[in-house]
């Protein structure tokens, strides 16, 4: 599409009801990569709520198609509870992106995360995992959503960074990629129906539920009451988990958030993306 030329007349006709006119509409915004908010803000024009939803959903096919084109999942690094970061952010970055209205400016997911690890080297939260979790969640920078524990959002670390709340995996995952950055150890405990962040303390494994202000939980206190869990839960505590197992786990919260809202399409996105994880395994 150009921009200068079709954008603006384009967007004059967001809300003509005329079958043929949404007709050439969808057409002309399935050819775009479905992200149109550089433009939009290069042009200086500013969408009303409206015309804003009904622009993401014209843009929305564009969007399916990018991450169809660049999900690919490599046959190594995946299966371990630190591996191959470089891919494990860009699919977490593909999922954001998919997410997106399309309609409106914000930083890419890299930057957001720089942010974030440059505000707590500020507050003295980079010596170790227990400050950083402290830094993050008990101070309340970021809490759990628990009012949309099923919004869509949840699996779109930007939309958790930008609105300051999550759920229980999208939070953990987001302390365990600022981790990284300053060199510390975060790693995801697949706990069955509540996800937790995998943390030592002074050489002893805890687990810190980042949902619940940081609260932090001893391993071992967990394992002397082994009679009451379950074998899920068993396998839970004895490590953190994989990569591959964080990203099902997102992906299987997303496909669930997608029926309960009737959006076959993205479902079925969600369906083919999960596939492509178990394949490789």
Known sequence: M?????????LKLLDDDDPAVRQILSERFATCRGDVSAELAQLGITL?????????????????????????????????????WETFELLL?????????????R??????????TDEAVLHDAHRDERSLCRFLFEAGRFHGNKAGFYHPGNADLLWIIMNRKGNPIGLAVLAML???????????CNFPAHFLAWISVEGHAHL???????????????RSNSA?????????????????????????????????KGRSSDADLISEL??????TQ
């Open 2 to 10: 150009h921009v200068e030329n079709e954008l603006p007349h384009l």
């Open 178 to 188: 600022v981790a990284h950055r300053l060199g510390l150890s975060i790693g995801g």
């Open 274 to 279: 999960l596939l492509s994880l178990q394949l």
């Open 107 to 116: 930083p890419t997911l890299p930057d957001a995360i720089d942010q974030i």
């Open 208 to 222: 810190v539920d980042c949902f619940g202000a940081g609260r932090l939980i001893s391993v071992e206190e967990i």
């Open 228 to 260: 009451v869990l379950t074998p899920d839960s068993r396998r839970a505590i004895q490590g953190p988990c994989t990569m591959r197992d964080i990203l099902l786990r997102i992906l299987r919260n997303l496909h669930l958030s997608f029926t309960k």
């Open 93 to 105: 970055r593909l999922l954001s992106e998919l997410l997106h209205d399309g309609t409106s400016l």
């Open 48 to 84: 009303g709520d409206g015309d804003r939803n009904r622009l993401s959903k014209l843009l929305a096919p564009g969007r399916r198609r990018q991450i169809r084109r660049q999900w690919i999942i490599p046959q190594q690094g995946l299966d371990e509870s630190a591996g191959d």
